[in-house]
């Protein structure tokens, strides 16, 4: 049973560009949330979806957008790079009856962005 | 605004003994409260969690404890394999399914 796929695993863009981002959840999970991990720090949390619907924003410009697809995939879009969006960018999906359901979150690998 | 804090960024444990990580929180609102060990290139892999009812969860050889009047939480491995050898990070989720995570902990556990 496939776990959490985000692809591209590794990406190098210039700044002033633009990223896309894709995420598969686990076979049944509706919830899809995406983080920014910068060195030496923990996750920070961006969005969350649930539903094909937004449930929750983190404290994130608005260069940063998301999207949930009817088979529950994501993509995560940041325009107008800048050098500090530099980061592993983690897709995790949970299960769960709801959103608010009590249940634990599946990271995928992640995808490595380096701006230059 | 840092609502959940891993003061200790390392930690280094004989093989054999126990290892205690350390988790304070900010947020009461918090009602549910999680461990996670990263690996590096990898995502974080789940590893125990506790609702904020309980005080204790066990799986295994790891162990997590909630004090809620202190808001701090931690997580006990017996004994400490050098395959724990990991950055262990917090993380709290609130009454929106948003999870907010520590800073990790590096635990080296010595052969």
């Known amino acids: 049973d496939a776990g959490v796929t985000q692809s591209p695993t590794h990406l190098i863009k210039t700044r002033g560009q633009q990223v896309t981002l894709r995420c598969s959840p686990i076979s049944g999970h509706k919830s899809v949330s995406w983080y920014q991990q910068v060195l030496g720090q923990g996750p920070q949390f961006i969005f969350q979806?649930?539903?094909?619907?937004?449930?929750g924003r983190g404290n994130f410009p608005d260069r940063f957008s998301a999207r949930q697809f009817p088979n529950y995939s994501s993509e995560l879009n940041v325009n107008a790079l800048l050098l500090g969006d530099s980061a592993l960018y983690l897709c995790?999906?949970?299960?769960?009856?709801?959103?608010?359901?009590?249940?634990?979150?599946?990271f995928g690998q992640g995808t490595r962005l380096t701006v230059v | 605004d840092q609502q959940v804090k891993q003061n200790s960024p390392s930690l280094s444990v004989q093989e054999g003994r126990i290892s205690i990580l350390n988790c304070d929180y900010t947020n009461s609102m918090f009602d549910y409260f999680l461990w996670y060990k990263k690996y590096p290139a990898e995502g974080p892999t789940f590893l125990i969690s506790i609702s904020s009812i309980k005080d204790k969860n066990e799986d295994g050889r790891f162990t997590v404890f909630l004090n809620k009047s202190a808001k701090h939480l931690s997580l006990h491995i017996v004994p400490s394999q050098p395959g724990d050898s990991a950055v262990y990070f917090c993380a709290a989720r609130n009454t929106g399914n948003q999870f907010y995570f520590g800073t990790g902990t590096s635990l080296t556990v010595i052969p």
């Open positions: 995790a999906s949970s299960g769960g009856g709801s959103w608010t359901a009590n249940t634990e979150a599946f």
């Open positions: 979806y649930y539903e094909k619907e937004e449930r």
